[in-house]
């Protein structure tokens, strides 16, 4: 029989039959089936498979959500929807065109000084359909509009020290004093867009019992007022600071010679009544009475100017 050609040549051809000759040389025989591209030797090659492009909604991006969209700190709390204008509209029409895109802060905001322009103030609605909560630092907290919910988590009443209220009106944050009574540590609030017109709008606060520093601007009682610090010292007698300045001794004294007169005022008005009451008497007497008063004291009057012309005549 022939023998194989190669190192050993005391193997015979049939050792070697079959096996195919590779560019390198012959295999040896310990070595492992080949694999991979040498398999597929003498095969003709698979056609390409063309991956089909992946196709997102219209508004997320292309490396995930949307990254304009609000924070966790930003809260829409109304079903309503803002126009291109960026005025509210009704729930109904912005239900027809939703796209089901949730609403960036920014716009957020807009909503709600929006709101507060053509709803609040114009007394269409005693808060704002939208609601915006804001925390940079951990002592501080901002609610805007309808935001008062977060009054309630238990890790603000805490930490929290100061309180900023935006877009809420004067009696609705009064209203919400047994939330505010749960901050122990609240010792500032800052009021802004409130509509507050008179120094005592804020005299239910003095119940809170560290309230020290005071803020207060952008409210029609901040116009046209060169006492508005010591009327605010009236009803809030222990701030230390309004408006980021420290509250000096005058201050004080000229806030307690206020209290001390209106305290005076107020007891005259009791003890002593008012000419309209005076009227309301005269108008209750009978008729004959007054006329009979009236006679008699016109008789005392010609009495008196009778004498007087006698006086003269014998002068």
């Not at 492009?53 to 929807?81: H, I, L, M, V, Y």
């Not at 509210?88 to 796209?99: F, L, M, N, Q, Y």
């Not at 008179?198 to 309230?211: E, T």
């Not at 000096?248 to 007169?261: G, K, Q, S």
Request: proline share 7%; hydrophobic share 35%; charged share 25%.
């Amino acid at each position: 029989a022939p023998l194989a050609k190669g190192k050993d040549s005391t193997k015979p051809a049939s050792a070697s039959a079959g096996r195919r000759p590779s560019s390198a040389g012959i295999a040896p025989a310990s070595s492992p089936p080949p694999t991979g591209a040498r398999a597929a030797m003498g095969k003709p090659p698979a056609p390409a498979v063309r991956s089909q492009p992946q196709f997102k909604p219209r508004g997320e991006a292309k490396d995930g959500p949307n990254p304009s969209a609000p924070s966790s700190f930003a809260r829409q709390t109304s079903g309503s929807k803002i126009g291109k204008d960026g005025k509210p509209r009704d729930s109904s029409e912005g239900a027809k065109k939703s796209s089901g895109k949730a609403l960036t802060s920014a716009e957020v905001m807009e909503a709600i000084r929006a709101q507060w322009a053509d709803l609040v103030l114009q007394g269409h609605a005693s808060v704002t359909r939208h609601g915006y909560v804001r925390r940079e630092r951990a002592t501080e907290l901002s609610i805007y509009g309808r935001g008062l919910d977060a009054l309630d988590k238990a890790d603000y009443q805490n930490v929290v020290t100061s309180l900023q209220f935006h877009y809420i009106k004067i009696e609705v944050l009064a209203s919400e004093m047994a939330r505010l009574l749960k901050f122990k540590e609240l010792s500032c609030i800052m009021f802004t867009r409130n509509q507050i017109t008179k120094p005592g709008d804020i005299a239910p606060f003095r119940r809170l019992p560290k309230l020290r520093r005071l803020v207060l601007q952008e409210n029609p009682v901040c116009e046209g007022r060169a006492n508005l610090r010591v009327s605010l010292l009236r009803y809030l007698p222990y701030l230390s600071e309004i408006n980021g300045q420290a509250v000096d001794d005058l201050e004080r004294v000229a806030a307690c010679n206020v209290h001390a007169e209106a305290a005076k005022d107020a007891d005259t008005g009791r003890k002593q009544p008012s000419k309209t009451a005076k009227w309301d008497a005269m108008a209750n007497e009978p008729l004959s009475e007054m006329v009979s008063g009236l006679l008699a004291h016109a008789s005392t009057v010609d009495h008196k100017i009778g004498a007087v012309h006698e006086h003269f005549e014998d002068v």
